[in-house]
């Protein structure tokens, strides 16, 4: 009996959707008009928002080598940074931005350790951020209850899956049962065996969630950093919106582009929430567009072409810098 839902298609057309709404918002404003409005962005604008990347890059860096060395994953800095860097172009090409764990194959290269014991640090370092964006999110809707009504449920639902299911996944006695329910069926018999052994190192040296608490600290203030990109940019159009308002605006779309993996990296969920929600301050839809657009252009898209421009210089021992479409 065939399936009801093909999984491969399934995964084929969704991230489409996104594009599709993306397309969609582009012929409902008018090429024209976004043309016109990306024009009026100085180029010292974005150069000013590239600026303010920094520090979210040398905090960024920092909570990921923190986790490391919780974990006895010995990666210096500098590396750590550039791979960050790296990351984020691929994060910028993928739904959900789970391009973002081509940073596992590296880590493994030059720290010695475990496959296992790098996807665990890769995927704790990277919910971590997503929650505290989900938490920067959802108290500040609170706070601005009457700027995003509808989407504060939405928020708090988003909060409790993520919230719960990554404090589950950190206890190894609960994590384990519940791979083995998951996995076990679907292993060849002769990877059963070794299951245990995977399973262990994934939960090797995992830091407590107390000792996560500086991390998702440090999240907050990455978030804030990130959206106040944005809002440098949308000083060249003279919006009047209260500072800690549009960082709300800002982060809400990210996080609902990011946990609503439909799309390439967010594209259309993230643009569609940001017109939205200035279209309330009285914002023309086309400057909450480009404003949406340059923000990702700045937040990751660049920096991301930075950093594989900086591995592509100096490739790491081993396989060279992969490339779109590549595989290990």
């Known amino acids: 009996m065939s399936p009801i839902i093909d999984a491969g298609k399934l995964s084929r057309i969704v991230p489409i959707t996104g594009v599709i709404l993306f397309i969609y ?92 014991k790098c996807i665990a640090n890769s995927f704790i370092d990277s919910t971590s951020g997503i929650i505290g964006g989900i938490i920067l999110a959802t108290v500040g809707s609170l706070i601005y209850i009457n700027l995003t009504p509808g989407l504060l449920p939405i928020l708090v639902i988003i909060l409790l899956f993520y919230g719960s299911a990554f404090i589950f996944f950190m206890e190894k006695k609960r994590g384990s049962r519940f791979l083995h329910i998951l996995i076990y ?41 990130a959206a106040s990109q944005v809002y440098v940019l949308a000083q060249a159009f003279n919006i009047t919106i209260p500072y800690l308002e549009f960082i709300v605006i800002s982060v809400v779309s990210v996080v609902l582009a990011t946990t609503i993996p439909i799309t390439v990296g967010g594209l ?9 929600l200035l279209s309330q301050y009285g914002v023309p839809s086309e400057i909450a567009f480009v404003l949406s657009l340059s923000g990702f252009l700045v937040k990751n898209f660049i920096p991301g072409v930075i950093g594989l421009i900086l591995f592509l210089i100096k490739p790491e021992e081993g396989k060279p810098i992969l490339l779109p479409g590549e595989e290990f």
């Open 185 to 225: 069926p679907f292993l060849p018999d002769k990877y059963h065996k070794n299951l245990d052994q995977i399973i262990d190192l994934l939960y090797k040296d995992l830091p407590s969630l107390n000792q996560l608490i500086l991390p998702f600290i440090l999240e907050l203030i990455i978030w804030t950093i």
């Open 25 to 116: 918002i582009i012929l409902d404003i008018g090429l024209d008009r976004i043309t016109y409005t990306f024009s009026m962005i100085p180029p010292l604008y974005y150069i000013a928002a590239l600026l303010v990347f920094t520090p979210k890059l040398l905090l960024a860096t920092y909570k990921w080598w923190y986790i490391s060395s919780k974990q006895r994953i010995n990666l210096p800095c500098i590396y750590l940074a550039k791979l960050f860097l790296m990351s984020l172009f691929y994060a910028s090409l993928t739904p959900g931005a789970l391009g973002l764990h081509v940073r596992i194959y590296y880590m493994k290269k030059r720290s010695g350790e475990s496959i296992e």
């Open 268 to 276: 259309g969920v993230r643009e569609g929430t940001f017109v939205i």
